[in-house]
């Protein structure tokens, strides 16, 4: 069976946040990581601060989208606060 991750990274450059999916999370963050994401390639380099497994990919759209919004947002920052603050 193959699985979706749903996954926030963190950029070390400005401090801001990027939701994405994918079925392959250490090659994404990899892609993120070597400038290869058009839309992250200015934010590098990133840290995984939070990630979720799927069973599938329409869960994971879903997830990703909801992570985008803002009760989304509002969920991973309470859910990595402990991360964040040492």
């Known amino acids: 069976m193959k699985y979706f991750y749903v996954y926030v ?3 070390l450059k400005d401090n801001k946040n990027y939701v994405g999916f994918t079925g392959d999370l250490k090659r ?3 892609e993120h990581n070597s400038g290869n994401v058009p839309s992250t390639k200015n ?3 990133f840290e995984l601060v ?3 497994g799927c069973r599938n990919q329409k869960d994971a759209t879903k997830r990703e989208k909801y ?3 803002s ?3 509002r969920y991973i920052k309470n859910r990595i606060q402990n991360y964040l603050t040492g």
């Open 9 to 11: 990274i963190r950029s």
């Open 28 to 30: 994404r963050i990899d």
């Open 43 to 45: 934010r590098i380099p």
């Open 50 to 52: 939070y990630w979720e």
């Open 67 to 69: 992570l985008k919004s």
């Open 71 to 73: 009760w989304g947002k």
